[in-house]
Nanobody, 123 residues
Framework: QLQLVESGGGLVQPGGSLRLSCAAS????????IGWFRQAPGAQREGVSC????????YYADSVKGRFTISRDTAKNTVYLQMNRLKPEDTTVYYC????????????????WGQGTQVTVSS
C-alpha cells in the first residue's frame, strides 16, 4: 500500500520561498505520476503541478507557472515542490498524490493521497 507524507510547509513572508517534500513508502514513486494540489478556503481543489513517471515531463497551473518547480529524487523516493516568489493567495494546505497513469492536474484521477502540509504566506 502506497503511503505519502508531505512536509516542508510553514509561515513565510510574501516573496519568500519554501520547498515541499512528498515522501513515499510502500511503493516506488518512480512508477507513479505525482501531482501537487491545494485547496484554499471557499475554493475548489486546484491542481498545482504534476510530473510523469515515464519521461519526467512536468505541468503547472497558470497561477504558479514560472514560480514553482516540481522534481523527483528517485534515490530518496521523494518528490519536491520548490515554491518561489510566494504570494498570499498561495496560502492553503498542499497535498501530494500518486497515480499509476499519466500525470494530470485533475485530482479525481489520483488514487493515493497524503495528509497535506500547511503553507501560509503573510506579512
Amino acid at each position: 500500500q502506497l503511503q505519502l507524507v508531505e512536509s516542508g510547509g510553514g509561515l513565510v513572508q510574501p516573496g519568500g520561498s519554501l520547498r515541499l517534500s512528498c515522501a513515499a513508502s510502500g511503493g516506488t514513486l518512480n512508477y507513479y505520476a505525482i501531482g501537487w494540489f491545494r485547496q484554499a478556503p471557499g475554493a475548489q481543489r486546484e491542481g498545482v503541478s504534476c510530473i510523469n513517471s515515464d519521461d519526467g515531463s512536468t505541468y503547472y497551473a497558470d497561477s504558479v507557472k514560472g514560480r514553482f518547480t516540481i522534481s523527483r529524487d528517485t534515490a530518496k523516493n521523494t518528490v519536491y515542490l520548490q515554491m518561489n516568489r510566494l504570494k498570499p493567495e498561495d496560502t492553503t494546505v498542499y497535498y501530494c498524490a500518486a497515480d499509476p497513469g499519466r500525470a494530470t492536474l485533475n485530482s479525481y484521477l489520483y488514487e493515493s493521497w497524503g495528509q497535506g502540509t500547511q503553507v501560509t504566506v503573510s506579512s
